[in-house]
């Protein structure tokens, strides 16, 4: 499989997500343009619904969601 269609997600930095408490949970982020997306941690880390994520493998709302559950686990 190529890797443009491979699932990505934006791993933490501060914790391990692989059996997290936290896995499954779902995070609404509000888009610059209205849209709303939802960040779920994964036992590979996280994923965003937009289309954004799917192309790069991390976005802003992505990487919001990041920041502050770390910042919540210091």
Same mark, same amino acid.
């Given at each position: 499989?190529?890797? $443009?269609? *491979?699932?990505? #997600?934006? @791993?933490?930095?501060?914790? &391990?997500? $692989? &059996?997290?408490?936290? +896995?499954?949970?779902?995070?609404? +982020?509000?888009?610059? $343009?209205?849209?709303?997306?939802? +960040? *779920?941690?994964? &036992? %590979?880390?996280? !994923?965003? !619904?937009? *289309?954004?994520? =799917?192309?790069?493998? #991390?976005? %802003?709302?992505? $990487?919001? /969601? +990041? @920041?502050? /559950? !770390?910042? =919540?686990?210091?």
């Amino acid at each position: 499989m190529a890797r $443009k269609f *491979t699932k990505r #997600y934006l @791993k933490p930095s501060s914790f &391990d997500p $692989k &059996d997290h408490w936290m +896995v499954g949970i779902e995070w609404p +982020v509000k888009g610059s $343009k209205g849209n709303e997306y939802l +960040v *779920t941690l994964h &036992d %590979k880390g996280f !994923e965003c !619904e937009c *289309t954004g994520f =799917a192309f790069h493998g #991390y976005c %802003k709302h992505s $990487k919001a /969601v +990041v @920041k502050q /559950v !770390e910042g =919540a686990m210091r």
